[in-house]
């Protein structure tokens, strides 16, 4: 069973940053393409960033030029830099697949931004 272990997030203020990272137990993880994503309180969670095998990327528009999502096929981690936070960053982070077909989800990571 493939297992997704999100970590990395906290407390910061407006402009700060933040690493997270997501360790996948999972012997395909080179051959997947995978994303984050996030979910506030009383939202739906949605998709931030992916990360293609060959390692194109593509991002919300109210992330880019802010977050960086960056993978380690040698770790099985998936990384997600975020720089210049802001309140409506607020959320807890979650990582898996791309597409309809998703692992159980991990217990994710929150990300608290104050202002």
């Known amino acids: 069973q493939v297992q997704l272990a999100e970590s990395g997030g906290g407390l910061v203020q407006v402009g700060g940053s933040l690493r997270l990272s997501c360790l996948v137990s999972?012997?395909?993880?080179?051959?997947?393409?995978w994303a984050w994503y996030r979910q506030a309180p009383g939202n739906q969670r949605d998709m931030v960033a992916t990360?293609?095998?060959?390692?194109?990327?593509n991002y919300v528009d109210s992330v880019k030029g802010r977050f960086t999502i960056s993978r380690d096929s040698a770790k099985s981690t998936v990384y997600l830099q975020l720089n210049e936070l802001k309140p409506e960053d607020t959320a807890v982070y979650y990582c898996?697949?791309?597409?309809?077909?998703?692992?159980?989800w991990g217990q994710g990571t929150q990300v608290t931004v104050s202002s």
């Open positions: 898996n697949l791309v597409g309809e077909f998703k692992y159980s």
């Open positions: 990360i293609s095998t060959t390692g194109s990327t």
């Open positions: 999972s012997r395909t993880f080179s051959v997947r393409s």
